[in-house]
């Protein structure tokens, strides 16, 4: 049975606020229907106007990219800003924010655009190999420069090419243009050793130009995080300290004593990695995460990628039209049953185990990590706010909000794990403000609609500003933002965005937030799918074609779903792949559980 949510969804004459059912008024629901005139005035004059069409992208990784292809699908005229010199953001090796063994935690399926699959026909299903399923980072690389060569994007980029500044042009009728400034640089290591040393001679290799509409796709792991714990309680540490960004392998951790501070994936994966070959390898956080492995029992108990269980969509809409109280009864039975070890009533005295009163935000995926705190390879020191509270030569003491402390001896390395936070400080001060801009907040720097439009910028978008798995869901707000800046689709109202964003200063304590904001991605691609026109009707395709709907509703997440229906279709290739992914991974569900 489709929940009444889906059914909505899908009625031509429908509200489009399903996650907020409190906003059924005339002007959310003009906004999405097809037959809506009334908000083209918010589109800032763009209708298919020939002069008004160069569209600027600051990035060039997954989000830089699909923008790059949606701004041509839709008319306008791209240029791309790469500061580095080859493309891929945080999965380029040359970024520097990629460890040598790093490998992705959702299928590459999920890390599939929706019109070209990420495959490798020679190697897969057939292989049951978790990394075959799950790539290395340079098997991401290498579909990224597929995909942008068989969409011929690279001749819209500029490489080496760093924006150092976002301006306002205003025009005579009081709407604006954007002036943007870059410095290019084909030695990015020169460029680095002049800012050390205070050079920075802003008149070389600088240009400016004016662009009609922008896109941001710098995302949330920019820069890393500052630590003030290098200036405080590691002053007198007298081991090695760096950052997960300098992190590439355990070469030379041999034998040696070493702590990863943090809480999050990297840190769970690089406590492993090198655990296996330190004599002892302690693992320092504020906070404990249920951890899930890559894979996890399904509906028939068979292990299965974990996309295929937690993304389908049947299951994903059920949970999320449960009252609050069972929705929280269930997730509790989904940690229990895909987390065993933490199971506090089976394992009380576990380092790793979950209390009732904890106030766990989130999970982390791995599949090594829970094993090596079994055997000791790692011990835990996690949640109730643990951290380093003081060093002193190469002893460290770990203290937690309960007053309790532990001291730690002969510490040779210390990994910080706290990650990163964006840069946007090219924008001009008066687009900062309306964004709301915080830098230091790593999981909500600025207040978006739908993670994507912010209020009263109706020229620029934001693409990757948001913890998400999907490349979809980059992709479609990509697609979104290109529709609107073409005059396709209506700019989101205000009624819309007052209600479409969770204020920070009041909905979110700063100390308690979510690793993810974005509750489902399977549910949240398909309310943007909804915003641009290209979430099919699952109820009439029900009707239609019951082994396509079979597919869609029970099978397993597929992202060409939304190359099925409206802007940007292509049904054959669409139905294609979804059969294609579908059958993908039965064979190798197949093959794990023989």
């Known amino acids: 049975m489709i929940p009444n949510y889906n059914n909505k969804n899908n009625n031509n004459n429908n509200n489009n606020n399903n996650n907020n059912n409190n906003n059924n008024n005339n002007n959310n629901n003009n906004n999405n229907n097809n037959n809506n005139n009334n908000n083209n005035n918010n589109n800032n004059n763009n209708n298919n106007n020939n002069n008004n069409n160069k569209v600027a992208i600051i990035g060039f990784g997954p989000a830089g990219i699909c923008s790059t292809k949606s701004a041509i699908e839709n008319g306008l005229k791209p240029t791309v800003f790469e500061m580095s010199s080859d493309l891929g953001g945080v ?20 890390m599939s655009f929706s019109d070209f699959l990420n495959e490798e026909p020679n190697e897969e299903p057939y292989n049951d190999n978790e990394n075959t399923m799950y790539p290395h980072h340079s098997s991401i690389i290498k579909y990224l420069n597929k995909y942008v060569n068989h969409f011929n994007l690279n001749k819209y980029v500029k490489f080496n090419s760093k924006v150092i500044k976002v301006e306002k042009v205003y025009l005579t009728n009081g709407n604006f243009k954007l002036k943007l400034t870059w410095k290019s640089n084909t030695n990015n290591n020169k460029e680095k050793e002049e800012e050390e040393n205070g050079i ?3 008149e070389a290799n600088v240009t400016s130009e004016i662009f009609d509409f922008l ?20 002053k007198q540490f007298t081991g090695k300290i760096i950052h997960s960004q300098d992190y590439k392998n355990n070469d030379g951790l041999s034998g040696k004593r070493v702590v990863v501070l943090g809480s999050s994936i990297s840190a769970c994966e690089i ?30 108990n068979r292990l299965a990628p974990l996309d295929c269980v937690i993304y389908q969509r049947r299951d994903a809409y059920e949970r999320q039209d449960l009252p609050k109280e069972e929705f929280i009864k269930i997730k ?8 065993p070890k933490q199971d506090f009533n089976k ?30 390879s790692i011990n835990v020191f996690c949640g109730n706010q643990y951290s380093i509270s003081s060093s002193n030569g190469k002893s460290v003491t770990f203290s937690n909000c309960k007053g309790e402390s532990n001291i730690v001896e002969d510490i040779d390395e210390i990994i910080i794990c706290n990650g990163y936070r964006t840069d946007l400080s090219f924008f001009e001060k008066s687009i900062l403000d309306v964004l709301d801009y915080k830098p230091l907040e790593t999981k909500r720097p600025i ?20 913890r998400g798995l999907f490349f979809c869901e980059m992709e479609l707000m990509t697609r979104w933002m290109c529709l609107v800046f073409a005059g396709k689709r209506p700019y989101p109202n205000y009624y819309q965005y007052k209600n479409g964003i ?5 909905k979110i304590n700063p100390d308690n937030v979510p690793q993810y904001l974005i509750a489902g991605s399977t549910t949240h691609c398909d309310l943007v799918a909804l915003e641009i026109g290209v979430l099919p009707d699952f109820e009439k395709i029900k009707k239609s074609d019951p082994k396509l709907y079979d597919l869609l509703w029970n099978g397993h997440f597929t992202p060409s779903t939304y190359r099925l229906v409206g802007p940007g279709s292509k049904p054959k290739l669409a139905r294609e792949l979804i059969e294609k992914v579908n059958n993908y991974y039965n064979i190798y569900i197949n093959k794990i559980n023989k």
């Not at 999965?91 to 999920?110: C, P, Q």
């Not at 896109?215 to 590691?234: A, M, N, R």
């Not at 394992?347 to 000791?376: C, H, M, R």
């Not at 969770?502 to 009041?506: A, G, M, P, S, Y």
């Open 91 to 110: 999965w380029s090796k040359s970024n520097g924010k990629v460890w040598d063994n790093l490998s992705t935690n959702v299928t590459r399926y999920t």
């Open 200 to 202: 920075n001679d802003l």
């Open 215 to 234: 896109i941001v796709c710098t995302g949330v792991f920019l820069e890393p995080q500052i630590c003030e714990l290098y200036e405080k309680e590691l």
């Open 271 to 300: 406590s492993t990695e090198v655990s296996n070959v330190t004599s002892k390898c302690y693992h320092v956080g504020h906070e404990v995460h249920y951890v899930y492995s890559k894979h996890l029992p399904d509906n028939n």
């Open 332 to 339: 509790n039975q989904m940690n229990k049953l895909y987390c």
């Open 347 to 376: 394992y009380p005295n576990s380092t790793i185990a979950i209390s009732p009163e904890s106030k766990t935000l989130g999970l982390v995926i791995s599949s090594k990590y829970v094993n090596q705190v079994d055997n000791g």
């Open 447 to 466: 207040l978006l609609y739908r993670n994507t439009f912010a209020k009263d910028l109706k020229n620029i978008g934001f693409a990757s500003f948001f």
């Open 502 to 506: 969770k204020d920070r200063n009041f």
